[in-house]
């Protein structure tokens, strides 16, 4: 299983980014999918995950601000961010979680930068 991320980039406070992560391989179901972030001298933080019947978690941090979407058909899930603050800047990685076989599979990350 493979997750690669895109659509990070540099934006200003208060537009908006979308990221996407395409899967390849198999992710059994029951299966929880989502976007982490890491902020330079930070830990890795839930910015929101998804499981696969549809029931969302936020984080504190971007709840209102993000939304989560999944399609499993297409093996894709995308991430809605808007209003973006400069704390916001962070390395965004996706990640599925395989409840089926307890394996976690980790995308490469993509950074995003917002300036005030």
């Known amino acids: 299983v493979q997750l690669q991320a895109s659509g990070g980039g540099s934006v200003q406070a208060g537009e908006s980014l979308r990221l996407s992560c395409a899967v390849s391989?198999?992710?059994?179901?029951?299966?929880?999918m989502g976007w982490y972030r890491q902020a330079a001298g930070r830990q890795r933080e839930l910015v929101v995950r998804?499981?696969?019947?549809?029931?969302?978690t936020y984080g504190e941090s971007v709840e209102g601000r993000v939304t989560i979407s999944r399609d499993n058909s297409k093996r894709t899930m995308d991430l809605q961010m808007n209003s973006l603050k400069p704390e916001d800047t962070a390395v965004y990685y996706c990640?599925?979680?395989?409840?089926?076989?307890?394996?976690?599979?980790w995308g490469q990350g993509t950074l995003v930068t917002v300036s005030s």
């Open positions: 990640a599925a979680h395989d409840l089926k076989n307890m394996r976690l599979y």
């Open positions: 998804i499981t696969s019947d549809g029931t969302t």
């Open positions: 391989g198999n992710i059994f179901s029951p299966n929880v």
